[in-house]
């Protein structure tokens, strides 16, 4: 799926206080819109509350989200939630990341959320580079869509290490036969 127009790259970073066990940002929400022959609204639709949720397979609005900006319902979907399977009401939003980071047409389902009206899946998580850190105690969570590169810490970590030497993260194997697989 693609959520820019090709060639488009776009970029956001949240950071937190200290460290954080859930990823919140503030994201608005509005009806969709064409990249090719329209601009963003100045003012992008509704304000909310977002969580990142790596374990979340698509992204979700809460009904009051749909409720509020009189989407129009594309379709229906059986979801698969905690509470077990439902059917869920489908919508296409522009979805507006930190930064104005821009996703013109994304297909969401909607479903309860606690603690956020939005919950930002896979599908959107999975279209680019993702990536948090806890440095010096606080929490940043950056994005980038969509993917231009490989982030491994392993590579990073070990560069220049030879590849018949013991592996430096000390399981007693060569590097080439551990950690550089």
């Known amino acids: 799926m693609e ?24 994201v608005n929400i509005a009806p969709p819109f064409d990249y090719e022959t329209e601009t963003p609204p100045e003012v992008p639709g509704d304000y909310c509350v977002a969580i990142w949720d ?11 989200v749909a409720e509020r ?3 129009p319902q594309i379709g229906l979907i059986k979801c698969q939630t905690v509470n077990g399977e439902r059917d869920s009401a489908v919508y296409l939003v522009s979805l507006f990341l930190p930064n104005r980071l821009c996703l013109p047409a994304v297909r969401v389902c909607e479903g309860d959320i606690f603690g956020a009206d939005v919950l930002i899946g896979m599908d959107v998580i999975g279209s680019g580079d993702f990536a948090v850190t806890h440095y010096e ?11 231009k590169k490989c982030i491994d810490f392993v590579v ?3 560069a220049g ?6 592996c430096p993260c000390g399981s007693g194997k060569k590097y080439k036969q551990c950690c550089l697989q």
């Open 54 to 64: 790596t374990g979340a397979t698509n992204t979700v609005i809460a009904a009051t």
């Open 3 to 26: 959520l820019l127009p090709s060639g488009k790259v776009a970029a956001c970073t949240a950071k937190h206080e200290g460290r954080v066990a859930v990823l919140r940002t503030n």
């Open 156 to 158: 990073e970590e070990y």
């Open 161 to 166: 290490t030879p590849r018949n030497d013991p």
């Open 69 to 71: 900006l009189s989407l």
């Open 137 to 147: 105690g606080n929490t940043v969570m950056s994005f980038r869509i969509p993917s």
